[in-house]
């Protein structure tokens, strides 16, 4: 299968011609994936598709949006077993586009859709990046562990040091006899 990387693009021409994008990539092909996953799950497919429109409001401004899909999984460890867990990973998000940072802060807390900036050369490839980092769970584990969780820890020693008599126990011996 031939992958495709999302590409760089004008947001407001994508928007104005209501374009269409996707395609199937592979993980190693983002840096900050490969960092967290220490190289595993390189081979991986991302599948994403981003949709872009041009809307006009009841106020007669005009914004660009862009739908965005992903659709990816990774192999983590289960932080109850210690197993490999595979955990799919799904994303489907709106965001709008505004002309600033400093308009996206403005508004972001006045909203409920997700802010970006415009721009001529969008990195569509680091907000597909961004969404799968997002999306992974803070806490992976399967639903039910495929084997028994161990739920008490020992130390092979540890029976031994129990044994020992405590160095002070005949010193305590002695002042308790005077």
């Known amino acids: 299968m031939e992958t495709q990387h999302p590409p760089r693009i004008d947001v407001r ?31 991986t497919l991302v599948e994403w598709s ?26 983590l460890v289960c932080q109850r077993c210690l197993g490999e867990v595979v955990v799919p990973i799904e994303v489907s998000r709106g965001f709008r586009f505004v002309a600033t940072e400093a308009a996206a802060q403005e508004q972001d807390d006045l909203v409920e859709e997700d802010l970006l900036v415009i721009s001529s050369a969008f990195d569509l490839a680091e ?10 769970p803070l806490v992976p584990r399967h639903e039910v562990c495929p084997q028994p969780v161990i739920m008490a820890a020992a130390d092979a020693d540890f029976a031994d040091v129990q044994n020992t008599p405590h160095p002070f126990a005949a010193l305590a011996a002695i002042k308790n006899r005077s």
Not at 17 to 22: E, H, N, P, V, W
Not at 127 to 136: G, I
């Open 50 to 75: 981003a949709r872009f429109d041009w809307r006009v409001h009841a106020d007669g401004s005009h914004s660009a949006w862009l739908l965005l899909t992903v659709r990816t999984q990774a192999t």
């Open 127 to 136: 907000l597909v990046e961004d969404e799968v980092l997002l999306a992974l």
């Open 13 to 43: 021409k994508a928007a104005q011609s209501g374009q269409a994008l996707s395609g199937c990539d592979v993980l190693s092909n983002y840096k900050r994936l490969v960092e967290l996953f220490q190289g595993q799950n390189a081979d």
